[in-house]
DNA sequence: GATGAATGAGGGTTCATTCAT
DNA sequence: AATGAATGAACCCTCATTCAT
């Protein structure tokens, strides 16, 4: 019962699944759950379709896994954004920035996160919640300390957090799907700009 | 900016179409795409399969339709919404709270919209989009109102209008996908206390 | 009439070969061929799946093997049965009851065999055959002994022999299928008496 | 892609169920559970796989079926032997030779019969004991007459009705198992012999 | 001998679409 | 216009077997 393989397994990191789950994702991402076939993944990697099986359940084990990849990324990438500002106002520019740089990046794969998040299956709809509110998690944490340390008003914790993360992403959408890239000082600016000081002109308009 | 398939669909008489559509909108609605049979929605509505496809070509044309239909209606609400206010602070108001509801009331509407809208099927997607940008316009139209008549800042009119849509769009699905109502006095005066204010306690803080 | 695989298979010290025999007869018996699959034959005795081809050509080779042992059990048991009568009629007693217990406590290993025995692979069909006969064979040899000696009438030997291994068969399994428990004395002394004095009442009436 | 066979649907009132039911028991006989493939049945009737999908569940399904016109054709069989008897043991007369008759012309019926009740999938084994019941039913009944009339000795019902069910079954298989034809003539008698007066000589050895 | 990852042919099932009536 | 039986391409998954280590 020795497993001579196991050190290769370990060097790999374990191999097999990673570099099936990347040909996974290529493709995943690119064309969207129902329009990809196991057969697809399989040929595109050069292996036969019976090795994917033993390293996943199935599609969707093996599309969820994916999505959940996708997902630990951006909450890496907010996470590393927020801890490199000095104080909340800058962790949250570069909370903007980060999430406008990882929608563009990786356009494909948050559409498929995205389209998850919004999808009907019971199953899938709980674990993107969850991961949603992983990533809501970090900024919602960076507003609370603005808040905390009198930089930010008293806002609504939970609305100003899904806002934040909502202005972005429609608008990186925006722009994404009209093709055109993203100027990322403009726009995070621009986002900014409202998220920090709003759109009214006068003082004496405040509510 | 005509939506003439929408009203002529609800309005004409020769009911086949437009009965088909409601049917087909039920289940669409509920179980998504995929998820959604031919002969399912023949049988919901008692009739047989052929018939379907004697006013429809085929169940994705049916279901582009069901979409179109449900933009349309929420492109008319926001419409009637801005049109209630008497300047533009309040058009916006109205826009927000009318936003809320209508994503709270047609939930799985909009779920099916927003699928589409990230989905990668690139027909499907410009339809998407352009239905997307009616909604849009119509914000759009409202804050270049604001802004020429000094009542906004002269904020970017894309960012800001995109901004917008996206904090309420956001905000609404993180309280559905809990489960939660929204109370929405409460929730549209924190979404317009942050796009019209700004969330930074100080003046000086203004960029 | 010589089984030398049984013996061989429990008695030598090469125990690979009879330890895979008797984790595979545990599980085939218990499943069925069809409903069992290698790796789980190879998980149970926790070795590698290779390993088990290193033994036996294949899982129908492997199979066979273990239904070859069952039938070889049942006419040890059988022959056994007969050497402890003295006469024809207290053999044929012991074989009633002595079959009685084997199909009742082998449940599944008869199942297995008569499974096959009925199937229609022309391969395994011709093996039945021969496990079959081998049980006969003692059955037969004890039906002419009695009649050599008088206790028995001279009835059609092949059919007097499958008529009582059919009477002990059927009825063990009517009582198997409905999980009734079989009161050895009471179904033996039932079978016997119609076996050896008939279900006539009036001498009479013998043809 | 002309669909001819849609007349002779019409015609056959149920036409396609009992249709897709004749080939495939034609096939299902032949070559047993396993081995056939529902390809195969479309191919061999001329219809799509699918069409086969429209009138049965599935493979299963379809299977189930087949086996259980099969054994209700013995039922009846029997049933119509017993009542061409003029007393009980005229009738048992009958069943034996109908048995004998049935098991020969649809042998591999039988088998299909046989093998699922000997199987080991709970659900389809419960099936098959019902089916069997039904059958031993038939002679239970016409051994109960022949008791109640006096014609024959107050032997235990159940096992008398197995006994002579088991008589016949295995000596069918015995003589169908080497490719003999079966002499009604003769083995009916043998059989009726050996169940109606025994195999023992002497009244005296009576038990 | 032992291992177990890789193989890949094969099969059951689904379902959008067609078309003769 | 309506019907619905028939179609058949497409797809996910299983699992006995192999072979490099």
């Known amino acids: 019962m020795t497993k001579p393989q196991f050190h290769k397994t370990l060097k790999n990191g374990q191999g097999g699944r990673t570099k099936i789950l990347k040909s996974a994702a290529d493709i995943f991402v690119r064309k969207g759950y129902h329009q990809t076939t196991v057969d697809e993944i399989a040929r595109a990697m050069g292996v036969a379709k019976g090795t994917i099986y033993?390293?996943?359940?199935?599609?969707?084990?093996?599309?969820?896994?994916?999505?959940?990849?996708?997902?630990?990324?951006?909450?890496?990438?907010?996470?590393?954004?927020?801890?490199?500002?000095?104080?909340?106002?800058?962790?949250?520019?570069?909370?903007?920035?980060?999430?406008?740089?990882?929608?563009?990046?990786?356009?494909?794969?948050?559409?498929?996160?995205?389209?998850?998040?919004?999808?009907?299956?019971?199953?899938?709809?709980?674990?993107?919640?969850?991961?949603?509110?992983?990533?809501?998690?970090?900024?919602?944490?960076?507003?609370?300390?603005?808040?905390?340390?009198?930089t930010l008003r008293e806002v609504d914790l939970e609305i100003s957090t899904s806002s934040l993360f909502g202005m972005v992403t429609v608008t990186a959408f925006h722009f994404i799907s009209q093709g055109r890239p993203i100027n990322y000082g403009e726009v995070c600016a621009g986002i900014a700009k409202i998220f920090f000081e709003g759109t009214c002109r006068e003082q004496a308009a405040r509510i």
């Open 54 to 150: 033993n390293h996943f359940a199935g599609k969707e084990d093996l599309y969820l896994a994916v999505i959940r990849g996708g997902v630990d990324l951006l909450q890496e990438r907010l996470s590393q954004a927020a801890a490199r500002g000095k104080n909340a106002r800058q962790k949250i520019m570069n909370l903007i920035e980060s999430q406008l740089r990882f929608f563009e990046q990786e356009k494909d794969l948050v559409l498929l996160f995205l389209t998850e998040f919004f999808g009907r299956d019971a199953h899938r709809g709980r674990l993107a919640i969850d991961m949603l509110s992983s990533c809501l998690e970090v900024i919602r944490s960076v507003i609370a300390e603005g808040i905390g340390d009198g």
